[in-house]
């Protein structure tokens, strides 16, 4: 049987058995009889027990006896006496056996040297605190809902990826890490993800495995990368209980400040209001990431040493900081906000704290006050463009609702420690009248873009929104004389809402100088929402406008907006130095 066909079953018996054994332990009131940490014990055993003639030798051996104690720690003890220390104690125990059977950091292959470097008797204290590093670090992984397990799994991956690039070891090693793959994978389909499945201390298990299985196969590399693959693969338990940035959440005004450092970082994410499922995907996502690098590295082991430092600290920065930006964009819960604080202001510039709803709701009660209002949709390169021009800022400060379009406003708010609830584009508020409109028998009228575009614009929102009443189209392409016959044209069809597509800052400074001739209630300015409801321009897939990245899609489209996209790091930096002068974000009355 080929080496592939051999992995395959493995992995599957190790899903096979784990799986059963989950559902049998589960089949009780839905309730789990037999701790997850003891189930990935038996999964594990049993799988690896289906082929004696691997050649791990005593070394499988120690492992199961060692492993076996440690699966048993949190079952026969009560969870309030499974403290810290008897734990360590524990696992220092068991990593004292696993030593006596083989399992052992006693050389290192240097290829400066160009021979094996002998550890004497350092192999032994070394290789405990190896084993109690990596148990202890994975321990902190258990305190969302398989997540330890997702992690389990994903490392597991990585090690038989990298005993398979490295050719040093026997096929054992990568039975062992597919093994435990498959049993992990196994016991999260069993499982269902309805509650913890695994007991406290339960996590110690799977990162003895994995500390025990770097020993066997993935750590015998040269010198300078000894201990880079299992560092790099445990990276997120250590961010989780290291984290570099202490933060405090105050809860009563929903903002971040700097104070005493929070315990972990699966709590200042739930804090921040970002779901649990979430958190969970983006720690899981964060640890494929740094085992992917860890790959490149091992696969490339003809670098010099200075390029793969210079590599892995250019990989880690970057995911470091898309980990942080997808942190702060993520959608999270609406937070409860303190009575009168309902904008902020972002350099001068004023802007709504509200989400979809909340906006729709005030729309509403624009249109029933049958008095002009005005709405505006700002986003960063707007914001800027603001602060050279101090009448769209009059204007914006004037405006009744100043919705957040857009990645930089929302980013520049919650770096600003006054975190606004929710991006609300323009494109979508839109919509979300034209729909309100429909069931409630408000008119529309739609000013602006090339000619044809309004029209196409309007047929395709009738279609969406059976019932919607468009009282008006005109395109933005009229002499400056036809003004007053634009402007006679909207006074007759008295719609309910206007909206307005010229472009910032025109469509703005165009709705302030004729809103009370006008007469119509609600008037937004909507930009190039027409082009992109017609079909014209296509929009960013979902999935990226939920992670804040739609402004890479369009610059990919339409490269010529990369000016624009740039001033969004000059915006950000200008707001922070308008914050550190004390003028940047405050928090306002309402004014209307």
């Known amino acids: ?47 690896l027990l289906l082929d004696g003639s691997g050649g791990a030798g005593d070394r ?123 049993c992990s994978l196994g016991i999260l389909l069993g499982w269902g993800g309805k509650d913890q499945v695994l007991s406290p201390k ?54 971040i400040s700097i104070g005493a450092p929070s315990a972990y970082l699966y709590r200042l994410m739930i804090d921040l209001g970002i779901s649990e499922r979430a958190v969970i995907r983006l720690r899981t996502i964060a640890t494929a990431y740094l085992c992917v690098l860890a790959l490149v590295v091992v696969a490339n082991v003809t670098w010099l040493l200075w390029v793969k430092i210079l590599f892995l600290v250019c990989g880690i920065s970057i995911g470091y900081l898309l980990f942080v930006l997808v942190l702060l964009l993520a ?71 100043v919705t957040p379009d857009g990645a930089g406003v929302l980013l520049a708010s919650r770096l600003l420690q006054h975190p606004l609830q929710d991006r609300v584009a323009g494109i979508d508020l839109l919509n979300a009248i034209c729909a309100m409109a429909a069931g409630k028998g408000y008119s529309v009228y739609m000013l602006g873009s090339k000619p044809g575009v309004a029209l196409d614009a309007a047929d395709k929102l009738r279609a969406r929104y059976p019932g919607l009443t468009v009282a008006g189209v005109r395109d933005g392409y009229y002499d400056k004389d036809e003004e007053d016959v634009v402007i006679d044209d909207i006074v007759k069809a008295s719609p309910d809402i206007l909206f307005v597509a010229f472009g910032i800052p025109r469509q703005e400074k165009w709705i302030d100088r004729y809103k009370n001739v006008l007469g119509v209630p609600v008037c937004m300015g909507v930009g190039g929402s027409f082009d992109v409801i ?38 950000l930096l200008l707001a922070l130095l308008a914050k550190h002068a004390g003028v940047s974000v405050q928090e306002k009355d309402r004014k209307i």
């Not at 332990?25 to 999964?43: C, D, H, S, Y």
């Not at 990226?544 to 000016?563: D, H, S, T």
Request: aromatic share 10%; with cysteine.
């Open 60 to 182: 499988l051996t120690g492992l199961l006896i060692s492993s076996g104690a440690i699966a048993a720690l949190g079952y026969l003890l009560k969870p309030g006496r499974v403290n810290h220390l008897y734990a360590s104690v524990v696992v220092i125990l068991m990593a004292l056996i696993a030593f006596r059977y083989g399992i052992r950091i006693d050389n290192v292959y240097s290829s400066a040297a160009g021979a094996g470097i002998s550890l004497g008797w350092y192999a032994l204290p070394i290789t405990v605190l190896w084993l109690l590093l990596s148990s202890r670090l994975y321990e902190s992984t258990d305190k969302l809902p398989g997540l330890s397990l997702r992690l389990t799994a994903i490392s597991a991956l990585t090690f038989a990826a990298a005993a398979c690039i490295q050719r040093q070891e026997t096929f054992y090693t990568v039975a062992m890490s597919l093994s435990l793959a498959g």
């Open 534 to 571: 017609s079909g014209r321009l296509k929009r960013a897939p979902v999935w990226m406008q939920r992670c804040g990245l739609e402004w890479v899609y369009r610059v990919a489209r339409e490269p010529k907006r990369i000016g624009r996209i740039l001033s969004i790091p000059h915006f």
């Open 202 to 255: 339960g996590s110690l298990l799977p990162g003895y495995l994995l500390g025990s299985i770097a020993i066997i196969g993935a750590l015998k590399y040269t010198a300078s990368l000894v201990f880079l693959l299992p560092v790099m693969v445990m990276g997120i338990p250590l961010i989780n209980s290291a984290y570099p940035f202490a933060f405090t959440i105050k809860r009563e005004t929903s903002s």
């Open 331 to 401: 959608p999270r819960r609406v937070v409860k906000r303190m009575t009168g604080m309902d904008t902020i202001e972002i350099m001068d510039v004023k802007v709504s704290h509200v989400n979809m709803d909340e906006a729709l709701h005030q729309v509403e009660d624009f249109i029933k006050t049958k008095r002009p209002h005005v709405v505006i949709t700002p986003n960063a390169p707007a914001i800027m463009q603001a602060r050279d021009d101090e009448q769209l800022k009059d204007i914006i400060n004037r405006a009744d609702l």
């Open 1 to 47: 049987m080929s080496d592939f066909w051999r992995g395959a079953v493995y992995i599957l018996a190790g899903v096979a058995f784990s799986f059963l054994l989950t559902r049998f332990a589960a089949v009780r009131n839905g309730k789990v009889r037999l701790p997850g940490e003891i189930v990935l014990f038996l999964a594990f055993a049993l799988t």
